[in-house]
């Protein structure tokens, strides 16, 4: 009996010592998958299709970011410093392929994203976030009810904000610039200019109701506008402002020039970037007033502002000497969304969406190309400049092709975004 119970004892203390080294086993796992070799980030972006012209420049501005953070050595998770690695896929220019895109990376294992070129790709991926499993930076304009507290994913945040804004700002500045009688919105029919147009009807509806106003819409991928030009003509408005973007932006731009409409009426851009300038002849943009996020020289802001002179005169510094041309205004906002996922990962030490999105808000201030900034509750900045109003240039009075407007002011106030109170908060 002994004897048997000895034996049984014996194996009873075998099993203990497998369940032992069993145990450590798993705690030396767990400790690896704590601190990966490497923090993978989703990078989506529109390199092919409609938005590859600023799709593919965002795709730099996100690539630089990670560039800088590690040739710093990366990021602390666990005690142990990461690399931070882009996995790079393109979403077409089409919402059901950035969907697809961003399946496949939640599928491998992917629980960070920036991405965002098109304004319905980026709605649809605040919808695919809705169950908190992601934290998704996007970095170009959405609609602003994107952004009340019922639509919002939990951690899903702009860069750059809502495109309602747009609407706003330019509506406002043209009433109070050019007194007009009436004013046509010229608008591309998708989330985009729907966005734009209902921030200016909120101004010129509010603030200037004495101020007729139109809106023309024009199809994403129209290759003719000369239909839509001639009846802006004929309506003979005071003013014409225009939204369209990617290689829209482009054509209607070279066939308003060709068709002569500024020869009829002013027209206001409400927003350009390099990108698209570069498609477009310079005797189109010369005198055009336009609106533009960002613009690497604030030479007008020198003795006004020289800390955020200074932090654009280093980011186009390192720009040209990584790329070799001047930022782009969508590339720089890839650039800050970047910057800023990679500070809430240092900041949370975890790429966990939700502690991600704490970090942020709980640490909301940070310095910008667009003057000191904060992270509102809802998932988008406040910056100190809302936008810039630039002047077109024409062929002569370039410098390079980089050198394409000449800023002269800055819109600042609070039509940058809705207070929180109207967002549900």
């Not at 604030?298 to 654009?312: G, R």
Request: a neutral charge; aromatic letters at 10%.
């Amino acid at each position: 009996m002994r004897r048997r119970f000895t034996c049984c004892g014996a194996s009873i203390l075998v099993a203990l010592a497998l369940l032992v080294a069993c145990g450590n086993i798993a705690t030396q796992s767990n400790i690896q998958a704590a601190a990966p070799e490497k923090i993978r980030i989703g990078v989506i972006y529109s390199l092919t299709g409609t938005g590859a012209p600023t799709g593919t420049t965002q795709l730099d501005g996100a690539l630089l970011a990670i560039k800088e953070v590690n040739k710093q050595g990366g990021l602390t998770i666990e005690g142990k410093q990461v690399q931070v690695e882009a996995v790079v896929r393109d979403d077409e220019t089409k919402a059901d392929v950035g969907i697809r895109r961003y399946r496949e990376l939640r599928e491998d294992g992917i629980n960070v994203f920036v991405s965002g070129t098109f304004a319905d790709i980026s709605t649809a991926l605040n919808q695919q976030a809705k169950n908190g499993e992601s934290f998704v930076m996007v970095t170009n304009g959405i609609e602003e009810k994107i952004f009340r507290k019922d639509q919002k994913a939990p951690y899903f945040l702009s860069s750059l904000g809502a495109v309602d804004a747009i609407g706003r700002i330019c509506a406002d500045y043209v009433a109070k610039t050019y007194r007009p009688k009436r004013v046509i919105l010229c608008l591309p029919d998708y989330a985009y200019g729907h966005g734009a147009y209902t921030g200016a009807s909120q101004v010129f509806g509010t603030r200037y109701p004495d101020i007729k106003v139109d809106v023309v819409w024009t199809p994403v991928g129209t290759p003719d506008f000369t239909p839509y030009i001639i009846k802006m003509i004929e309506a003979k408005p005071d003013v014409v402002m225009m939204g369209q973007w990617g290689t829209d932006a482009i054509e209607i731009v070279k066939q308003a020039y060709e068709l002569g409409l500024a020869k009829h009426t002013t027209v206001f851009f409400n927003s350009l970037n390099a990108s698209l300038t570069l498609g477009m002849p310079p005797e189109a943009l010369d005198g055009v007033t336009i609106g533009v996020w960002l613009y690497h020289d604030l030479s007008a802001f020198a003795d006004k502002d020289p800390a955020t002179v200074k932090a654009v005169q280093e980011l186009n510094a390192a720009w040209r000497a990584e790329y070799g041309v001047a930022p782009d205004v969508m590339a720089v906002y890839a650039y800050i969304g970047m910057k800023e996922t990679l500070r809430a990962i240092k900041l949370a030490g975890s790429t966990d969406p939700a502690k991600m999105y704490k970090a942020l808000m709980d640490n909301p201030q940070f310095m910008s190309v667009k003057g000191p900034a904060y992270w509102r509750v809802d998932g988008r900045p406040f910056y100190t400049y809302a936008k810039f109003i630039a002047t077109g240039k024409g062929a002569a009075e370039r410098a390079d092709k980089w050198d394409w407007c000449e800023v002269f002011d800055a819109y600042r106030g609070e039509e940058l975004a809705l207070p929180l109170k109207d967002m549900g908060y």
